[in-house]
T-cell receptor
Framework: DGGITQSPKYLFRKEGQNVTLSCEQNLNHDAMYWYRQDPGQGLRLIYYSQIVNDFQKGDIAEGYSVSREKKESFPLTVTSAQKNPTAFYLC???????????FGPGTRLTVL | AQSVTQLGSHVSVSEGALVLLRCNYSSSVPPYLFWYVQYPNQGLQLLLKYTTGATLVKGINGFEAEFKKSETSFHLTKPSAHMSDAAEYFCAVSPMNSGGYQKVTFGTGTKLQVIP
């Protein structure tokens, strides 16, 4: 089955630690996205990538970093510079000939 | 520039009653419009979309929405609510595809409660 996987489902981090969230897709989509979801705020774009080895900052990129070394993978690193990292993180992908984004199941990050 | 407003962060309906979730948008170019559903601790699933053509769009699980350009609205309806419809619903807008990156703007969501 084609789809998007995110791991882990739940992640706990101590303050001051970096942590990497995984996102993999086998839909052969060129574009991939990372969103942050907080209660009552909808989805906010962190980073996006339209093609391998290229990515762009979204609306709330501070404290985050990404890489796009393979078409299938778009990992997100939450750095210690992110002041309020506890949130639900969603990865999405989109094909060139498709109008909508497809979402993964999400990772809930909690900073202790 | 584009934006989405969802009226009502929480909506409650009785099982079997009409579901109406409101969405208004603003866009400086012709839009694509979407409704997504999210169940607790899960990702978003596309319910339906408007791109071009017929303004009344039918989606999964008996939902439909009508694009009204004059009212800049894209309200989501379902004639009879089912317990399984309890979830959070997101309206979203993006510019009509011109190739390349397509920014999607999401509303803040409406949580639907279905009362038995």
């Amino acid at each position: 089955d084609g789809g998007i996987t995110q791991s882990p489902k739940y992640l706990f981090r101590k303050e001051g630690q970096n942590v990497t969230l995984s996102c993999e897709q086998n839909l052969n989509h060129d574009a991939m996205y990372w969103y942050r979801q907080d209660p009552g705020q909808g989805l906010r774009l962190i980073y996006y990538s339209q093609i391998v080895n290229d990515f762009q900052k979204g609306d709330i990129a501070e404290g985050y970093s990404v890489s796009r070394e393979k078409k299938e993978s778009f990992p997100l690193t939450v750095t210690s510079a992110q002041k309020n990292p506890t949130a639900f993180y969603l990865c999405a992908s989109k094909g060139l000939a498709i109008n909508e984004q497809f979402f993964g199941p999400g990772t809930r990050l909690t900073v202790l | 520039a584009q934006s989405v407003t969802q009226l009502g962060s929480h909506v409650s309906v009785s099982e079997g009653a009409l579901v109406l979730l409101r969405c208004n948008y603003s866009s400086s170019v012709p839009p694509y419009l979407f409704w997504y559903v999210q169940y607790p601790n899960q990702g978003l699933q596309l319910l339906l979309k408007y791109t071009t053509g017929a303004t009344l769009v039918k989606g999964i699980n008996g939902f439909e929405a009508e694009f009204k350009k004059s009212e800049t609205s894209f309200h989501l309806t379902k004639p009879s609510a089912h317990m399984s419809d309890a979830a959070e619903y997101f309206c979203a807008v993006s510019p009509m595809n011109s190739g390349g990156y397509q920014k999607v703007t999401f509303g803040t969501g409406t949580k639907l409660q279905v009362i038995p």
